[in-house]
């Protein structure tokens, strides 16, 4: 009799699929590099969403940034407008009565 060992290769899973790599037992081949665990996978969501709040927040404090700037830049605008205005109305008086 012939006593070598037997490997759950040499039988092959249910389905009776050989996978591409030559593993007939139908399962993954371990937790490698390619897959994440729920626990790892709860971790990164977890440190995106504080991330996200993050950018989030810096984005609400430029915006509020660019806002104010652009407030300061219509009120200087007004103004110019006005003094402008008020300056040619003054040159056209002050022709009219030449």
């Known amino acids: 009799m012939n006593n070598k060992k037997v490997f759950r290769q040499d039988f092959g899973d249910a389905s009776g699929i050989k996978h591409k790599d030559g593993n007939w037992d139908g399962g993954d081949d371990g937790m490698n590099s390619k897959y994440v665990t729920q626990q790892e996978l709860r971790e990164v969501k977890e440190n995106l969403s504080y991330k996200l709040d993050l950018l989030e927040a810096h984005l609400d404090t ?37």
């Open 62 to 98: 430029k915006f509020e940034k660019v806002h104010s700037n652009s407030l300061i830049q219509e009120i200087s605008l007004h103004r110019w407008f006005i003094g402008t205005a008020i300056s040619i109305i003054g040159v056209l008086i002050a022709l009219h009565f030449i």
